[in-house]
């Protein structure tokens, strides 16, 4: 089991273009990864299975150092496949034409992390918590560079969303300046990409997206 509690803070998702080889993708991940991440997502949109395996399997041996799980995008066989090699902490990201949850969770048990897309809809979350998610992802936000295409969501939702007791993840154009407005509307896991990995120190990016988060977290408790 991971040694970090994956239901609050930073969840960072790599991207092909971004990180376009082995060498860049391991090196900006475990920078991520020193910065203090609670989840990483591999998601690479490509049919290069022979790339997929070999990366994927990459990062769950980095996750597993680092006591963080590994997500892996759309593709539970994958998933499967490294669970089977002992990476016992990959979970899986489900978006709405990827598959049914219901047979992922089957098929992966009741402790793997199984991720949904909800866009802003909070009755594709209700579906999703009842075919068993382990979190509801609600988005885009913010202006996306990695996805401007993806459909729009107030962040209002958010706190509505808190009726199905799930960590809530926020995605699409998160960075240092929003984060704290994302997660004062109730998103507990901040996903990002171009964030992290758009810049060239991730370990720092993650590191100040963090103190972004306690210093919100601090103020609030200094409220109550
Ligand atoms: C954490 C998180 N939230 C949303 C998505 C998007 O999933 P999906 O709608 O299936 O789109 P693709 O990422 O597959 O293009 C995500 N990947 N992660
Ligand atoms: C993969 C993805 N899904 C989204 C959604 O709204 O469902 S937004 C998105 C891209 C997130 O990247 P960035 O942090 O660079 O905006
Ligand atoms: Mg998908």
Redesign the pocket.
């Known amino acids: 089991m991971s040694a970090n509690d994956w239901t609050r803070g930073i969840y960072a998702?790599t991207?092909a273009v971004l990180l376009p080889d082995d060498a860049q993708l391991l090196g900006a991940c475990e920078a991520a990864l020193r910065g203090g991440l609670a989840l990483l997502q591999y998601?690479d949109k490509s049919t290069d299975d022979v790339r997929r395996w070999r990366q994927a399997r990459a990062l769950a041996a980095l996750c597993t150092e680092h006591g963080v799980p590994l997500i892996v995008?759309d593709d539970l066989a994958l998933v499967r496949r490294l669970r089977v090699e002992g990476f016992n902490d990959v979970g899986l990201h489900l978006?709405q034409r990827d598959g049914s949850l219901r047979e992922a969770r089957e098929r992966l048990g009741p402790d793997a992390i199984i991720g949904a897309?909800c866009?802003a809809r909070l009755d594709f979350a209700a579906r999703a918590a009842a075919d068993g998610a382990s979190y509801l992802?609600?988005?885009?936000?913010?202006?996306?560079?990695?996805?401007?295409e993806?459909?729009?969501?107030s962040l209002e939702l958010l706190a509505r969303a808190g009726r199905f007791g799930l960590p809530r993840v926020a995605?699409?154009?998160?960075?240092s300046d929003n984060a704290s407005t994302a997660h004062a509307a109730g998103a507990e896991l901040l996903?990002?990409?171009?964030?992290?990995?758009?810049g060239k120190d991730p370990e720092a990016c993650v590191r100040e997206l963090n103190l972004c988060l306690k210093r919100h977290a601090a103020k609030f408790i200094h409220r109550i």
């Open positions: 998702i991207d998601r995008n978006g897309t866009h992802a609600f988005g885009r936000f913010f202006v996306s560079r990695t996805k401007p993806a459909p729009p969501a995605i699409g154009g998160i960075d996903a990002m990409v171009h964030a992290v990995f758009g």
